[in-house]
Structure formats: C-alpha cells, structure tokens
C-alpha cells in the first residue's frame, strides 16, 4: 500500500501552499506592525505614524530587507503553485499593499521604497537568471554533442 507519485505530489503542492501562507500572513503582518511599533506622538523629534525600529538604521534596514525577501519568495511561490487569474491578482494587491504599508511607516521613503522594490523582484529576477542560464547551457551542450 505505496503512495503514487501523483498523491505525493498534491501532498506536497498543499503543505508548500500551507507553508507558504503562513511566512506570507506573518511576513505580511509584519510589514504592517513592524517590531516596536510605531510613534504615537511627535515628541521628541519623531514623526508620528513612523516606525520606532526605523530609529536604528542598520536593524530596520536588515529587517526590511530580510522581511520583504521572505515575504516576495513565498508570493512568488504561491504564483508557482497556483496560476490562476483571481489568485495573482490578489497576489498582486497584496504585494502593493505590503509595500505601500512598509513606506508609509518608513521616515526615509526614498530609501525605503528602493529597498523593498528590489526585494520583492529579487525571486523574479533569480528564476529569469536561472532559467537563462539552464537555456544558455543546454544550448552549449547541444553544440558539444553536434560536434
């Protein structure tokens, strides 16, 4: 009494898109309500509204990039997993609305945005290298076994 390889594979595909879910709520959530909080107040100099973390320049850096990299490769695996059209819009929305959240709570938008559009393409842009270079090198194979 063995699996199939096709019951394995919807095993699989449903506990990625389990998992998936999950870092995507939490990594979502999180671009909303980042650690510390936000100022209530504009005492002391800082902005209300504004992430407190973003005070300690390095950490809110790497925090936004580490969060935005998990968040963007798990909207890009659900795309992987699920292509349907209601799925990647609302892929989509959630993604600008992530960003939006994460520049909003950041002082420094310039920055910030920059950051965030070049986490949430990196997965994009790693398939796209990845799938040009499996190409650029069957290509080259084919070329060796021809001569």
């Known amino acids: ?16 898109l389990v998992v998936a879910t999950l870092i995507v709520a939490v990594t979502f959530q999180t671009g909303f309500s980042p650690p510390g909080g936000a ?4 005492e002391g100099g800082h902005e209300a ?9 390095v950490s809110y850096h790497m925090f936004l990039i580490l969060n935005s990299l998990a968040f963007s490769i798990y909207i ?13 819009v609302a892929t989509v929305s959630m993604a600008a609305t992530y960003g939006t959240a994460v520049w909003s709570l950041s002082p420094h938008k310039d920055v910030k945005l920059r950051y965030v559009s070049m986490v949430a393409l990196f ?6 290298s990845y799938q040009t270079f ?14």
């Open 1 to 16: 009494m063995g699996f199939d390889s096709k019951d394995l594979e919807a095993e699989l595909k449903n506990n990625m």
């Open 39 to 42: 100022w209530q107040g504009t």
């Open 49 to 57: 509204r504004k992430a407190i973390m973003a005070s300690l320049k």
């Open 76 to 88: 890009y695996s659900a795309h992987l997993i699920l292509v349907y059209h209601e799925i990647v």
């Open 123 to 128: 997965p994009y842009l790693w398939r796209l």
């Open 134 to 147: 499996k190409s650029f090198r069957s290509c080259k194979q084919q070329q060796v076994d021809r001569s």
